[in-house]
């Protein structure tokens, strides 16, 4: 299943989305569902909508927390001359910075050096503590695509990395969370960024899940270790090469094979 969660009737709804791209026009349809599938059991309401009729917003809002894990791409940690980490490299995104489809990037004052990462996000769906690898996929909900938007001028200056990935909108995610792959299927998805400027399509990043270095059950695994994860809760599995600058006017696009696409324009602080 995909499942989306969006405005409908002025108030934020979860539904399944089907895609039938032989409808032309219509690409997709969303069944609407009675609750919040990370909470409770729910069932259909009965009612239908048209994918291009509904304003989709964030998949999930953490409520807890956003882990995200960097260099955990080998060809990544070589472009800024990094080797990788024996244990995976832990930060927190906070919520406030997740955003939806289509919603703005807001480009910091303070900044002038912020670059898009194309992530493969896992939502936990289970609160579950010291999780052995080989049962991770039971606590996995599903994944999204994501966004780790980050301002290199600040995570150079600040040393750690809160201020530089924590800023509002620095978390983009969606367009829906799918969840009928198992962490192999994931394991093995191009995921690619694009940035769109002044007309001109830029292929930024183009790599696979693959080539993760700690792989997503192990992830899962590991930062239940220390913390306890909850429903909704979002693991971020790092970027592959190919990161580069975003500037006010890009539109920056997160594609991963299987799950769907992540458009996002980038607006200035003033705009
Ligand atoms: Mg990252």
Redesign the pocket.
């Known amino acids: 299943m995909r499942i989306a969660r969006f405005v409908h009737h002025d108030q934020i709804a979860y539904g399944t989305v089907e895609l039938d791209e032989d409808r032309g026009e219509h690409p997709g349809t969303v069944s609407v569902l009675t609750g919040d599938p990370l909470v409770t059991a729910v069932q259909f309401t009965g009612e239908r909508l048209l994918l291009g009729d509904v304003r989709l917003v964030a998949p999930v809002l953490p409520r807890s927390k956003i882990v995200?894990i960097?260099r955990n791409y080998r060809a990544h940690a070589a472009e800024f001359g990094h080797e990788v980490p024996e244990e995976p490299m832990c930060f927190y995104k906070p919520n406030t910075a997740v955003v939806g489809p289509g919603e703005p990037i807001v480009y910091p004052r303070q900044s002038t050096a912020v670059d898009h990462?194309a992530?493969l996000a896992v939502v936990i769906g289970r609160i579950c503590k010291d999780v052995p690898v080989e049962r991770a996929p039971e606590v996995i909900f599903g994944y999204t695509c994501a966004n780790?938007v980050?301002a290199r001028d600040f995570q150079h200056k600040d040393g750690q990395w809160g201020r530089a990935k924590g800023f509002d909108t620095f978390c983009p995610l969606g367009p829906w969370i799918v969840t009928h792959l198992s962490p192999a299927e994931a394991s093995d998805l191009g995921i690619r960024a694009t940035v769109v400027r002044d007309g001109q399509t830029i292929e930024r990043q183009d790599s696979t899940t693959a080539n993760m270095v700690h792989g997503i059950a192990e992830l899962v695994s590991f930062v239940s270790s220390f913390a306890t994860l909850l429903p909704g809760d979002v693991i971020?599995t790092?970027?592959p090469e190919g990161v580069g600058r975003i500037v006010p006017g890009d539109v920056v696009t997160i594609e991963i094979e299987g799950i769907g696409s992540l458009s996002n324009p980038v607006v200035a602080a003033d705009a």
């Open positions: 995200a960097g990462e992530e780790d980050s971020l790092g970027t």
